[in-house]
């Protein structure tokens, strides 16, 4: 199924910005996968933060909804999270996911995201 | 806002089986639902091992079985081995392209 590879987390101070990505090594058929971000604060559970579909359909947390853009550009097998208007709960480790209509699939290894001043 | 519920510790003896529920603050669970189950160890990211309730994740083995039980989906974790220990989150999928995830349950082995 390939590796999923995140990256672009980092320290950032409330109100910044970020942009996650999301780099599959397989190449052959990434358009075809839905893809998720999801994250998981320190110590605590699972939260689904968005998903954009093989089609384009696009779908967002209510916590993130109007900060958050998820987008996915499949000629670079990469999908990304553009983060505006951080806040310190947004602080977690940030998951990509690629999977099915209702698979979450295989998952990433994650990026740490820490929002503080 | 609808909560879903999931034991937050079990334990369970080596070769045993435990069955982990999920269920919703209010109202039942059905297949509509499309209940999932992932596994995940500290320091490691999630692992996919149900989902639509009963469908296997490729590679995932057959000790690990989803269902519903009463008003709950469910999994259950026939012959227990140490390295099943591990955090189990259940997922719902609550329409409009929201999933919402149960707050995870410690399974210990021992």
């Known amino acids: 199924e390939g590796q999923l590879v995140e990256s672009g987390g980092g320290l950032v101070q409330p109100g910044g910005s970020l942009r996650l990505s999301c780099a599959d090594s397989?190449?052959?058929?990434?358009?075809?996968?839905?893809l998720r971000w999801f994250r998981q604060a320190p110590g605590k559970g699972l939260e689904w933060v968005s998903s954009?579909?093989?089609?384009?359909?696009?779908y967002y947390a209510d916590s993130v909804r109007g900060r958050f853009t998820i987008s996915r550009d499949n000629s670079r097998n990469t999908l990304y999270l553009q983060m505006n208007s951080l806040r310190a709960d947004d602080t977690a480790a940030y998951y990509c996911?690629?999977?099915?209509?209702?698979?979450?699939?295989?998952w990433g290894q994650g990026t740490l995201v820490t929002v503080s001043s | 806002q609808t909560v879903v519920t999931q034991e937050p510790s079990f334990s369970v003896s080596p070769g045993g089986t435990v069955t982990l529920t999920c269920g919703l603050s209010?109202?039942?669970?059905?297949?509509?639902?499309?209940p999932g189950w992932y596994q995940q160890t500290p320091g490691q990211p999630p692992r996919t091992l149900i989902y639509?309730?009963?469908t296997r994740s490729s590679g995932v083995p057959d000790r690990f079985s989803g269902s519903i039980v009463g008003n709950k989906a469910a999994l259950t974790i026939t012959g227990a081995q140490a390295d099943d220990e591990s955090d189990y989150y259940c997922?719902?999928?609550?329409?409009?392209?929201?999933?919402?995830f149960g707050g995870g349950t410690k399974l210990t082995v021992l």
């Open positions: 996911a690629k999977g099915g209509s209702y698979d979450f699939g295989s």
């Open positions: 397989e190449f052959t058929s990434f358009r075809t996968y839905a």
């Open positions: 954009i579909g093989a089609t384009g359909n696009i």
């Open positions: 209010s109202g039942s669970v059905s297949t509509g639902y499309s």
């Open positions: 639509t309730t009963n």
């Open positions: 997922v719902l999928y609550m329409g409009g392209g929201n999933w919402v």
